[in-house]
T-cell receptor, first 112, second 113 residues
Framework: GQQVMQIPQYQHVQEGEDFTTYCNSS?????IQWYKQRPGGHPVFLIQ?????EVKKQKRLTFQFGEAKKNSSLHITATQTTDVGTYFC????????????FGKGTKLSVKP | DAGITQSPRHKVTETGTPVTLRCHQT?????MYWYRQDPGHGLRLIHY???????DKGEVSDGYSVSRSKTEDFLLTLESATSSQTSVYFC????????????FGSGTRLTVV
């Protein structure tokens, strides 16, 4: 079946350092979504990327969608303790509603 | 998010017993989804619904059934719970389908002993 690979699994940073998580699919995606889950919480939708090469920003967060629509990244500039949580990408392969596949997530910890 | 609630929030049950989890939404969204979240596996789709009485299987549907008799309610039933079904279960909704962002409920932590 379809699979979305996400790396790294864990990332520990000092507050103020940058952080990046990457997602990769072996086949072309229709779009990709990003979610954040705080410890003990539920996933919260952050953004969706649709176009090849698309770049979107939300304050210190920058999201990119690859030219081939097979990979994506989330970059956080100057991390803060409020950024702690697990970041998931979810690749949409189109077709049926069951074709949104989540990566396993990157768990970010930030040391003050 | 206030528009979607899951019940119960926590449940401990014995192996072999039936269990029903409820997802209730007040957003009148068409699509509803049940996911399970396990360490090392991320979020995996169990079943989804695209309308009243319209449901379909997801990636990990074995041992689970669902029902949607009203737009606002989506029930997940474990017919005979097993220890492998110990997990955190999330319900999600959206109006336009999987091409758009989901709103997740707060989850149900189920332990099967």
């Amino acid at each position: 079946g379809q699979q979305v690979m996400q790396i790294p699994q864990y990332q520990h940073v000092q507050e103020g350092e940058d952080f990046t998580t990457y997602c990769n699919s072996s086949t072309t995606l229709s779009n990709i979504q990003w979610y954040k889950q705080r410890p003990g919480g539920h996933p919260v939708f952050l953004i969706q990327l649709v176009k090849s090469g698309e770049v979107k920003k939300q304050k210190r967060l920058t999201f990119q969608f690859g030219e081939a629509k097979k990979n994506s990244s989330l970059h956080i500039t100057a991390t803060q303790t409020t950024d702690v949580g697990t970041y998931f990408c979810a690749g949409n392969y189109g077709g049926s509603q069951g074709n949104l596949i989540f990566g396993k997530g990157t768990k970010l910890s930030v040391k003050p | 998010d206030a528009g979607i609630t899951q019940s119960p929030r926590h449940k401990v049950t014995e192996t072999g017993t039936p269990v029903t989890l409820r997802c209730h939404q007040t957003e009148n969204h068409r699509y509803m989804y049940w996911y399970r979240q396990d360490p090392g596996h991320g979020l995996r789709l169990i079943h989804y619904s695209y309308g009243v009485k319209d449901t379909d299987k997801g990636e990990v549907s074995d041992g689970y059934s669902v029902s949607r008799s009203k737009t606002e309610d989506f029930l997940l039933t474990l017919e005979s719970a097993t220890s492998s079904q110990t997990s955190v279960y999330f319900c999600a909704i959206n109006q336009l389908g999987s091409a758009y962002g989901y709103t997740f409920g707060s989850g149900t932590r189920l332990t099967v002993v």
